[in-house]
């Protein structure tokens, strides 16, 4: 009986289809015990596997680390982002136990984008959702970062005081934040209705539908979902929506640089004055208030 050939495929593969996988682990590991925030560790990680898979090694050399800034230069990659992979590639060489250079690039001074006062009406009237309302609510009244949102528990809000304790914010630092009525008073209707859930000894204030911790991922989608259906297509996700729109909101309505400042819990307050950038109208007004004969 003649035996039928065997479908094997003999070829070598590219050692670009390498996975890499546990350089990544060790490297989650290592941003973990040096505390690191979940959120900076889940850039470096992207940004480390596409480094190592252009590479095509787990211990790049200094050539290829020139050969992997070239390439991102090519992609027309912002400053800042183009400075993230900086960090991450010099914290990935640092696990290794080498030095690596990798030159910070002074960030353009770019205007930042905002939401006006009526877009973010839009976007308030098109959610149905009392979940919604109240996390996107929390995060904007707060002037909250999406990761200070997911990992809120119940005992972090107090509604009589009007506040909210941000715990592991940028740079780990811990922080009270203030809200206004009308965010307690969708508070208290969403906590009538939610049931309360304990996820890993912890009784967090918004979990998904499938009992989950919500993720940064999954809150920029939900947000970008309504802005889309309230028909604005500027640029700009939840950062955008209540961090850089509040300041510029506050800053425009008269609001004293520092204390905008102290509430956006800012360390420097050059980052603050970014914001002083504000809509024509509101430029217009105090134009034409301040500059009479």
């Known amino acids: 009986m003649k035996n039928s050939k065997l479908n094997i495929d003999w070829n070598l593969k590219n050692i670009s289809e390498k996975n890499y996988s546990l350089e990544i682990n060790k490297f989650h590991r290592y941003l973990k015990d040096k505390g690191f925030r979940d959120s900076t560790i889940d850039g470096y990680l992207g940004n480390v596997h596409r480094y190592l898979e252009f590479s095509k090694a787990t211990k790049p050399t200094a050539k290829d680390i020139e050969k992997f800034r070239g390439y ?4 027309n ?7 993230q992979y900086g960090y991450a ?29 009526e877009e973010i009406n839009k976007i308030f009237s098109v959610i ?4 919604h309302v109240a996390m996107l609510k929390t995060l904007f009244f707060g002037c909250l970062r999406a990761s200070e949102l997911c990992i809120l528990d ?9 506040t909210i304790r941000v715990r592991g914010g940028k740079g780990g630092k811990d922080g009270v934040v203030f809200i206004s ?32 911790i919500w993720r940064r991922e999954d809150l920029h989608h939900m947000f970008t979902t309504y802005k889309r259906r309230a028909g604005i297509e500027k640029r700009g996700g ?51 208030k301040y500059l009479v004969l």
């Open 128 to 131: 149905c959702n009392i979940k």
């Open 238 to 288: 939840c950062h955008v929506f209540a961090r850089q729109s509040t300041a510029t909101m506050m800053i425009g309505n008269g609001a004293d640089i520092s204390v905008v400042r102290h509430l956006l819990r800012h360390n420097d307050i050059r980052t603050t004055l970014r914001f002083i950038i504000v809509s024509d109208q509101m430029k217009r007004e105090k134009y034409e």
């Open 72 to 75: 991102l230069y090519t992609k």
């Open 154 to 162: 119940d005992e972090d809000i107090d509604l009589k005081s009007l």
């Open 89 to 117: 590639i010099k914290a990935y060489h640092q696990m290794l136990g080498d030095q690596v250079d990798f030159a910070r690039i002074t960030p353009n001074n770019t205007i930042p984008y905002y939401f006006t006062l």
């Open 77 to 83: 990659l912002s400053r800042s982002t183009l400075n």
């Open 181 to 212: 009525d009308d965010c307690a008073s969708i508070l208290k209707e969403y906590l009538q209705v939610r049931p309360q859930l304990e996820i890993k000894g912890r009784k967090p204030l918004f979990y998904t539908d499938y009992g989950n």
